[in-house]
């Protein structure tokens, strides 16, 4: 029998994980820094990840808006396995089986997690 890792992962703890790191004083508008938020429902797709809307600027974002996570067809539980594989050194074509992605997605995806690093560590 094969396990798919992807549903090993749970899609709540994981948006969970990216609202603590990524507001650990609390949630606030990526466009004007505003702490003014409200909740405005979820994602169709993705259950767990909230929409919120700033009452300062008044224009609505998600838990990924603003991330190296945001505007992709991939969920999140897919970005956090490719990056725990690539902390294992896997290579693309390793992970894409792992994953069962294309190697291309995979391509676009190790690339981008990358330069997101490189950004976040020269801020």
């Known amino acids: 029998m094969k396990v798919n890792i992807k549903n090993l992962i749970d899609d709540v703890q994981c948006y969970d994980s990216v609202r603590e790191l990524r507001w650990?004083?609390?949630r606030e508008c990526p466009f004007c820094n505003s702490k003014k938020v409200i909740k405005r429902g979820?994602?169709?797709r993705e259950p767990a990840?909230?929409?919120y809307e700033c009452k300062e600027c008044n224009k609505r974002f998600d838990d990924l808006t603003g991330t190296i996570f945001s505007g992709h067809h991939q969920p999140l539980k897919v970005w956090i396995?490719?990056?725990?594989?690539?902390?294992?050194?896997?290579?693309n074509k390793q992970i894409a089986?792992?994953?069962n992605l294309d190697r291309t997605d995979v391509q676009k995806?190790?690339?981008?997690l990358?330069?997101?690093v490189v950004k976040?560590?020269?801020?």
């Open 24 to 26: 650990p004083e609390g």
């Open 49 to 51: 990840k909230q929409r």
């Open 97 to 99: 089986e792992e994953l």
């Open 114 to 116: 990358r330069e997101g």
């Open 120 to 123: 976040k560590s020269h801020k």
């Open 42 to 44: 979820s994602d169709d």
């Open 81 to 91: 396995l490719c990056l725990y594989f690539m902390g294992l050194n896997l290579s």
């Open 109 to 112: 995806m190790t690339t981008q």
